[in-house]
């Protein structure tokens, strides 16, 4: 079984685009627990983007990654498979994230967590 929250950040991001595709999302995750941002969390998507493989240009992606690991989420679902859901990054941001005192979450796409589960 599993728990889903969101951030804000998530919110925001549900948000943009298309009105009434934003309205739907909106409404799907609208009821979910939301975990907050803090000073750990920039602090940790600060190093990612500094120290890690996240670029300065795509810092959002480093704070779902700090959200999800300050908050102690086991997974973090995501269909950006260009900075976060990478076989290629996958190493460098469990080694940072974990070097920083925290369990890095299982960065994977929807898909992948069900076909994990059948």
Known sequence: MFYMVVSELVRNEAAGGDREAASARLELIDSLPLIAQNDAVITLAEALVIRGPIPKQSAADALHIALAAVHGIDYLLTWNCKHLANAVQRNQIVALV?????????ICTPEELMESRL
């Open 98 to 106: 974990e070097s920083a005192g925290y369990a890095c979450p299982v």
